[in-house]
C-alpha cells in the first residue's frame, strides 16, 4: 500500500506556514511501503517541474531529506534490500529531472553561494551533507545501499551543471571518513576525466578528496 503521490506531493511542495504540519499523514506504517513510496515520488521527480516553483520544490526537498526521516528506511533490515536499492538508485532521477535542468549554473560552497540566486540551488548542495547517512562500511544491512548512493554521487559528476557537480564532491567528501580509497580514486578519475573544469570546482574536488568539505 503505497501512498497517494499527488496528494502528498502537494504537501511537500504546495503553499503552507508550516511545511511539517500534516505533511506525513498518508506515509504508511509499514516500512517497505515507506521505501517504495519514496521510489514512486522521486522516480517521478520530471513531473514536478512547472507544478511547483522552485522554492516550493527547496523547501519540500530540504524537508525530505532533513527532517522527514524516511530516508532511514533505507537502512531498515526488515525491507529487503532490492527495494532499498532501488529507492537509493531512484535519487538519481531527482539530480536529472530537477537539479540539472532548474538550479543555477553556479557553485555555492564558501562565498560563492552569496551570488546564487535560485533557492533550489542550496538543498541541491546540501542535499548529501543533510541525508540522514555519510555511509555505513561495518553494516551489513546497509553496504548494497552505500554502493547504490555513492554511485548516484559519482553519476552527478559528468553533469555539465556545475551546481550538480558540486553536490557530488560535497556528498563524497563527506563520505569519505567511511570509504576513503573509494571516494579519493573516484574524484582522481573525475579529475583525469575533466580537466576543462574551472579553479575553483578543482580546489574543490581536491578538498572533498581529503575529506575537508562544509
Known sequence: MGIDREAWADRLFGPREDLRDGVLDDVPDEPLDVVVSLTELLGAAGELV?????????????????????????????????PRAECAAA??????????????????HG??????EERLNSICYMWWDVFPTWGSPDDSAAHGVDEVLLDVMRGTLSSEN?????????GLGHWHTSYPDLVESTIDAFLRMRPEI?????DYAHAARRGRVL
Request: glycine share 8%; with cysteine.
Open 91 to 108: 535519487i538519481r532521477e531527482l539530480h536529472k529531472r530537477l537539479f540539472e535542468p532548474l538550479c543555477e549554473n553556479a557553485l555555492s
Open 50 to 82: 512547472g507544478r511547483y516553483s522552485t522554492p516550493q520544490l527547496a523547501d519540500g526537498l530540504w524537508y525530505l531529506a532533513a527532517d522527514s526521516g524516511l530516508f532511514r528506511q533505507l537502512y531498515n533490515p526488515a525491507v529487503p534490500e532490492d
Open 162 to 170: 556545475v551546481a550538480c557537480v558540486e553536490s557530488g564532491l560535497h
Open 198 to 202: 574551472g579553479v575553483a570546482l578543482r
Open 111 to 116: 562565498d560563492h553561494g552569496a551570488a546564487v
